[in-house]
């Protein structure tokens, strides 16, 4: 008898992530932060989320808290410092003359368990410049890696994802 409740929860909640998404990325996009623009992007997150909730609701998103809400700021800044360093990394390859590269496929694993907390994985590797995602099967994922320093699963595993997978387990699981 519990499950229509669930369900309902389920949907309120798909429904206040994604207007609370929506009117975050609508203020960031925005020209400027009078309150008619930001009424207006209310008005439509409000419109948006209530017609696109439905195709959100299997996702599984986590319920909200604070302690998720906080591991979510500090993920971002660990991300924004990986991205940071990668790009340093990659621009002294492209200007080192002899251009120290040894490209390559390597597989490592994850421990999360959530589709969701998959693909966030997937794409914090490939907004890192030098990997790239090729592919998530199950608990593995191929990444193309532009200077391969390890080719064994746990120490490819550590260098490449060891810093988001920590942050996004406290998120989702």
Same mark, same amino acid.
């Given at each position: 008898?519990?499950?229509?409740?669930?369900? !309902?929860?389920?949907?309120?909640?798909?429904?206040?992530?994604?207007?609370? %998404?929506?009117?975050?990325?609508?203020?960031c996009?925005?020209?400027?932060?009078?309150?008619?623009? %930001?009424?207006?992007?209310?008005?439509?997150?409000?419109v948006?989320? %209530? %017609?696109?909730?439905?195709?959100?609701?299997?996702?599984?998103?986590?319920?909200?808290?604070?302690?998720?809400?906080?591991?979510?700021?500090v993920?971002?800044?660990?991300?924004?410092?990986?991205?940071?360093?990668?790009?340093?990394?990659?621009?002294?390859?492209?200007?080192?003359?002899?251009?120290?590269?040894?490209?390559?496929?390597?597989?490592?694993? !994850?421990?999360?368990?959530?589709?969701?907390?998959?693909?966030?994985?997937?794409?914090?590797?490939?907004?890192?410049?030098?990997?790239?995602?090729?592919?998530?099967?199950?608990?593995?994922?191929?990444?193309?890696?532009?200077?391969?320093?390890?080719?064994?699963?746990?120490?490819?595993?550590?260098?490449?994802?060891?810093?988001?997978e920590?942050?996004?387990?406290?998120?989702?699981?």
């Amino acid at each position: 008898m519990d499950m229509p409740q669930t369900r !309902t929860n389920g949907r309120i909640r798909c429904f206040v992530y994604l207007f609370l %998404f929506l009117v975050v990325v609508w203020s960031c996009l925005a020209s400027t932060l009078e309150w008619q623009e %930001f009424v207006t992007g209310v008005f439509l997150s409000l419109v948006f989320a %209530f %017609f696109l909730s439905a195709s959100y609701s299997h996702l599984g998103l986590p319920p909200l808290s604070l302690k998720r809400l906080f591991a979510f700021v500090v993920y971002l800044c660990v991300l924004l410092i990986e991205i940071v360093k990668a790009n340093i990394d990659v621009a002294y390859r492209v200007l080192h003359p002899k251009m120290p590269i040894k490209p390559g496929i390597v597989t490592i694993r !994850t421990n999360l368990k959530q589709d969701l907390a998959k693909l966030m994985l997937a794409n914090s590797i490939t907004l890192t410049p030098g990997t790239f995602t090729v592919d998530i099967i199950e608990d593995k994922l191929l990444i193309h890696w532009i200077n391969v320093k390890a080719e064994d699963l746990d120490t490819a595993t550590r260098i490449i994802s060891g810093k988001f997978e920590k942050h996004l387990k406290a998120i989702f699981e």
